[in-house]
């Protein structure tokens, strides 16, 4: 991905939070990642013609797909950093980010450790499957990894821990 490149500030952590944030605001489950040579692909399932009140129809759930550029991911991660604001000086409030918004941030930064080619993931009930698409002197070639929904839950439990010793 073309925005992972050269800067600090859009790395993988970075820029699937803010996929995540998008993703929560839209109401999306069960969701697919695909790393595009300019973006990102994402499906998943999203609710349409529901209404707020319990008697009356709740919708139906439909699948929606996505293209994600450079340019809109940039947007994100702006909009994303500005709804977090701040709560003591350049410490960001975390309390507004939602389940995608965190659980697409700490698989971002496992992302980061691993230094992919590209990346695709898939997330059913909480529970992701990632394939790493890595490229070394010897070759190319895929590696596979699973976290389970306890696993997220933990990993997003320790991640201000993790901050603050950074």
């Not at 992919?116 to 499957?129: I, L, S, Y």
């Amino acid at each position: 991905m073309r925005i992972y490149e050269g800067s600090p500030r859009q790395d993988f952590e970075e820029v699937l939070r803010s996929i995540g944030a998008f993703l929560d605001q839209r109401g999306m489950r069960d969701v697919l990642l695909v790393e595009a040579a300019d973006g990102f692909i994402v499906q998943g399932l999203v609710t349409e013609g529901g209404s707020g009140t319990w008697s009356e129809s709740v919708g139906r759930q439909v699948k929606e797909t996505l293209t994600f550029v450079d340019d809109d991911i940039a947007r994100f991660m702006d909009e994303a950093m500005s709804r977090r604001g701040t709560t003591e000086g350049d410490v960001p409030d975390w309390s507004k980010a939602g389940y995608y918004e965190k659980a697409f941030r700490v698989l971002g930064k496992w992302i980061d450790t691993q230094r992919p080619h590209d990346v695709f993931f898939f997330e059913q009930q909480g529970a992701f499957v990632i394939r790493l698409h890595q490229v070394s002197q010897t070759g190319s070639h895929h590696e596979l990894a699973e976290f389970t929904k306890d696993d997220i839950e933990a990993m997003i439990a320790e991640g201000p821990r993790q901050r603050q010793a950074e």
